[in-house]
């Protein structure tokens, strides 16, 4: 049982040593690109939100 254990992390850590990981430049451009689309998300969902609320105001 131990050593098919053993063997399981020495497979993960080979097989992370395979991996391309992505240069920190493209790490920072993707974070920036998600923060800016959630950012543009929110103040959009918000007017929405906002009108909506505004419009079933005036139902009542």
């Known amino acids: 049982m131990l050593a098919r254990i053993v063997r399981y ?10 991996v391309t990981w992505p240069a920190r430049e493209q790490v ?12 543009v998300a929110m103040v959009i969902l918000g007017l929405y939100d906002t ?3 505004f419009l079933v105001g005036l139902l009542r």
């Open 28 to 39: 920072v451009e993707g974070t920036q690109a998600i923060l800016v689309f959630t950012l």
């Open 51 to 53: 009108v909506f609320r």
């Open 9 to 18: 992390f020495q497979e993960a850590r080979a097989e992370l040593a395979r």
